[in-house]
């Protein structure tokens, strides 16, 4: 059993934390699917935000969504890419964290999530929080168990 020496770490604001919106690639919307796959393979990324024309977080869009949107009973139906719009396919199912949230809050929530969406109290698209920086956090105060 790890005892740590103090909790404190658990009730620290993930703002510190998050990879700042502007820093993030996302799609909007109103864009294609084209477009989205473009990004996601581009930046080499398993799924971006989608937001709205003023930054409101939507949803999520993976490559998954977008070659589910294109397959036809014999093949892929690539020229159809242009047509679809991200806001018909993307995810709008899954766990959102807001900026004033604890560590605690994040740790459970990114157990199943390898990242997670940060919003504010408007819906506003702050950022992202990885599950790599959380075990990172996790990862130091663990070693400090050793000084």
Do not use: W
């Not at 799924?47 to 977008?66: E, M, T, W």
């Not at 679809?84 to 964290?97: A, K, N």
């Amino acid at each position: 059993m790890i005892s740590l020496p103090s909790r404190d770490f658990l009730d620290t604001p993930i703002e510190e934390y998050i990879i700042s919106s502007e820093k993030v690639a996302h799609v909007q919307v109103n864009n294609s699917a084209e477009h989205a796959l473009l990004v996601l393979t581009k930046t080499g990324y398993a799924a971006i935000p989608v937001l709205d024309s003023k930054y409101h977080f939507c949803g999520l869009i993976n490559a998954q969504r977008i070659t589910d949107a294109i397959l036809g009973l014999e093949h892929i139906e690539y020229e159809r890419l242009p047509e679809i719009r991200v806001e018909d396919i993307m995810q709008t199912d899954f766990p959102l964290i807001h900026i004033s949230e604890r560590f605690q809050r994040a740790l459970d929530l990114l157990i199943d999530q390898n990242f997670l969406c940060v919003i504010d109290d408007e819906g506003m698209f702050m950022g992202i929080l990885t599950r790599r920086v959380i075990l990172k956090q996790l990862k130091k105060q663990i070693y400090q168990l050793k000084k």
